[in-house]
């Protein structure tokens, strides 16, 4: 079976070496390795407001939590705007934290969120905007800015972005990384993604007061940096007064050693994945029966997804599993989940989506005899 997703992990001796010596290092937890890695982050996105937390759905969650601060939060009622089509992690968080839902229909020609919907849906309720770059593909945010000033011409604010980047580490939107346009923006290195780390994520901040709150909110509110200075106190391991309540959400040495490993190589994972892509939308461009995704001039997809509308979705599917290609939707709709039965809403274009949407294997792992079966396969099942 040609796998969808596969574990990337750099076998380079010299790398792993780093790895080995973190384990029997007595430094497990917080320490070098994690300034380190968050060092090579800052160097990639050009930004050195780079937090590194334990999983994506914490960087979500933490993110959500300080921008309580900064917005009138009134639980159940201040509105977060996000998609149905992605991962959970993206919309648990916004529950937990206590925000309300508003679900914003999908754009069939991209799967990232449809912006007309999302002008429309803006009200004065409506504080944050959750974008998701679908399968690393980037959200247009010129059109997005553009939406946050309407809001403030007729609110009186503009609602704060939060990109999900989860699948879009290495994408480009207008020569700029994803992760360099100004929002906050939270990363996956979980296992399956162009850069784990095992499991982890990290926060890029647009501005140092975030971070520097992000820094102690990660770790119980702790500054790991300031040892007691309090003359009563002289127990090295009894911290300062805490002034906020934080998470436990902190990134440790063992999985930022195997982020620094791999990220040697991630401009290999993402080149490999662009040619597979590259070979897709050429060899697939007239194949009667499949729609493919678009593609503009200004952006650079990171390619951790290749997405089809399909016709004959279900026999499709049935098809290359019965030849050995392992295809999926990858993501169930959010909305539909019992969960969420008090946010429904009408999104038509998603409804049209889910019925066509197919995603093919495009990673690093797919050699060139692969790809012409794949496109071989999908030609003979429309013939």
Not at 67 to 76: E, I, M
Not at 279 to 284: D, H, K, M, N, Q
Request: glycine fraction near 6%; include cysteine; aromatic fraction near 12%.
């Amino acid at each position: 079976m040609i796998p969808l997703f596969k574990v990337f992990m750099n076998h380079d001796p010299d790398a792993l070496n780093l790895f080995i010596d973190t384990l029997y290092s007595g430094q497990l937890a917080q320490g070098p390795c994690v300034d380190e890695f968050e060092s090579l982050l800052g160097r990639f996105f050009k930004n050195d407001y780079v937090v590194t937390v334990n999983s994506c759905t914490s960087a979500l969650t933490l993110v959500l939590n300080m921008l309580k601060n900064k917005v009138y939060f009134d639980p159940g009622r201040t509105e977060v705007l996000t998609t149905a089509l992605t991962c959970t992690a993206t919309n648990w968080p916004i529950m937990t934290e206590g925000y309300r839902i508003k679900w914003v229909d999908v754009d069939p020609t991209t799967c990232n969120l449809d912006l007309d919907d999302l002008k429309r849906k803006i009200s004065p309720m409506t504080k944050i905007i959750m974008l998701v770059h679908w399968g690393g593909y980037p959200v247009d945010l010129d059109k997005v800015r553009d939406i946050q000033n309407v809001c403030k011409e007729e609110y009186g604010f503009k609602p704060y972005v939060i990109e999900d980047c989860a699948q879009a580490m290495g994408a480009m939107y207008k020569r700029k990384r994803i992760g360099s346009h100004g929002n906050i923006n939270c990363f996956s290195f979980q296992a399956i993604k162009h850069l784990t780390t095992g499991d982890g994520g990290a926060i890029v901040f647009p501005d140092s007061e975030s971070y520097q709150k992000a820094r102690l909110l990660r770790f119980f509110g702790i500054d790991r940096d300031k040892r007691p200075k309090t003359p009563m106190v002289q127990d090295y391991r009894l911290e300062e007064p805490i002034l906020e309540a934080g998470y436990k959400f902190h990134m440790n040495d063992v999985a930022a050693s195997l982020g620094i490993t791999n990220f040697k190589k991630l401009g290999w994972v993402l080149d490999r994945q662009a040619e597979n892509a590259d070979y897709y939308y050429e060899a697939l461009a007239n194949v009667t029966g499949v729609k493919l995704m678009t593609r503009s001039p200004d952006v650079c997809s990171a390619n951790w997804l290749f997405s089809l509308r399909v016709k004959d979705k279900t026999g499709f599917m049935q098809f290359m599993k019965e030849n050995g290609i392992m295809v999926s939707q990858v993501h169930n709709r959010n909305d539909r989940h019992p969960c969420m039965s008090e946010f429904l809403a009408d999104l038509p274009q998603l409804d049209q989506l889910e019925k066509e949407l197919v995603c093919i294997p495009v990673g690093w792992w797919v050699d060139k005899e692969q790809l012409e079966y794949i496109v071989n396969k999908i030609k003979e099942f429309y013939e």
